[in-house]
């Protein structure tokens, strides 16, 4: 397969560039922090996240470079601030690269990114160099992402934008559209995007999810359960920030329902732990995590 130095549109090639979700810039403020920390916190390696943010906000975050006061005095204002929301979501990135290495070792070969928003993995995992790059994503995150990203050259063999919303718009048809191919083992991430659902559009992704899986193909999530982390009276203020910024949580699911969910359409879980436990397999700081449990990393694959 030929490989693209620019990813392009499956379609709806003339959107007008338009703001990027801000929880997508949210957390890839926080993978940018992470990485421009200096050790033990700069756990993170993502050399993307800083130019994928607004310019202004992508400076800010060089303030912590080599400055190793400042940053601890950055790293413990925002675990604070977050309840460590701040550490969980850089951590379950390095936990899903980790599982998503494990997926292409095993033979995925195509990823699709479910509510990409600014992931950079396109562009910094040498893995990806057999495997067609799908990132899904509303229109306007995705015009904003491909104008920073311009010029970039991706890892992938193929790297393909795909803009729907997951509530309105059939996720097979514009898969296919943009020239997935159901019959090769596939690896879907969606992280940090359940919980911005409403149930009808978790259930009709899951189903597309496991009618475009061929056998072997793996799913992995992360969710919240309902009475855990962001839904809690003392993080309040996110949840309430989080509607204020027009990107309000729907979306806490039990895992006795997720499970459900995906089984009745042939998914399987084969983990499903808390991002800490799941992080400190490859971060030793997420042992130093004592606030709550937010998010669980979910893998479930197809039989
Ligand atoms: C918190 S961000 C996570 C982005 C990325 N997965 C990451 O971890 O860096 C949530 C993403 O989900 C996307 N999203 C939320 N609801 C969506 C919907 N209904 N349709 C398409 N994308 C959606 C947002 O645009 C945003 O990019």
């Known amino acids: 397969m030929a490989s693209s130095q620019r990813p392009s549109y499956g379609l709806h090639t003339t959107m007008r560039p338009l703001s990027p979700s801000m929880t997508a810039i949210g957390v890839a403020a926080l993978r940018a922090l992470y990485t421009r920390m200096p050790a033990p916190l700069g756990f993170v390696r993502d050399p993307f996240a800083a130019r994928l943010l607004p310019r202004?906000?992508?400076?800010?975050t060089a303030a912590v470079r080599g400055r190793p006061a400042v940053a601890s005095v950055v790293h413990h204002a925002l675990r604070l601030?977050?309840?460590?929301?701040?550490l969980s979501s850089p951590l379950r990135?390095?936990?899903?690269?980790?599982?998503?290495?494990?997926?292409?070792?095993?033979?995925?070969?195509?990823?699709v990114v479910l509510g990409s928003g600014l992931d950079a993995r396109g562009w910094r995992c040498a893995e990806l160099s057999t495997v067609s790059v799908f990132e899904v994503d509303r229109a306007r995150t995705l015009a904003y992402k491909r104008r920073r990203m311009a010029g970039m050259h991706s890892l992938a063999a193929r790297h393909v934008y795909v803009p729907m919303?997951?509530?309105r718009d059939d996720l097979a048809r514009v898969l296919k559209d943009a020239g997935f191919q159901p019959e090769i083992p596939t690896v879907w991430l969606w992280e940090g995007v359940i919980i911005y659902l409403h149930r009808d559009a978790i259930a009709s992704t899951i189903r597309s999810?496991?009618?475009l899986s061929a056998?072997?193909?793996?799913?992995?999530?992360?969710y919240t359960c309902p009475g855990l982390g962001i839904a809690r009276g003392p993080t309040l203020h996110?949840?309430?920030?989080?509607?204020?910024?027009?990107?309000a949580v729907h979306?806490?699911?039990?895992?006795?329902?997720?499970?459900?969910?995906?089984?009745?359409?042939?998914?399987?879980?084969?983990?499903?732990?808390?991002?800490?436990?799941w992080a400190s397999r490859v971060a030793p700081l997420a042992d130093r995590m004592s606030g709550p449990q937010w998010e669980r990393v979910l893998v479930a694959s197809k039989r």
């Open 56 to 60: 202004p906000l992508g400076a800010l």
């Open 81 to 86: 601030a977050t309840r460590e929301l701040s």
């Open 251 to 277: 979306g806490e699911i039990s895992t006795r329902a997720l499970h459900a969910l995906l089984e009745s359409h042939g998914l399987v879980a084969d983990h499903d732990d808390p991002v800490n436990a």
């Open 165 to 167: 919303d997951f509530a």
């Open 209 to 211: 999810v496991a009618e």
């Open 238 to 247: 996110l949840r309430l920030g989080a509607r204020l910024i027009g990107e």
């Open 93 to 111: 990135t390095l936990a899903i690269d980790d599982s998503l290495r494990d997926s292409i070792a095993a033979g995925a070969r195509q990823l």
């Open 215 to 222: 056998s072997g193909s793996r799913l992995i999530a992360t």
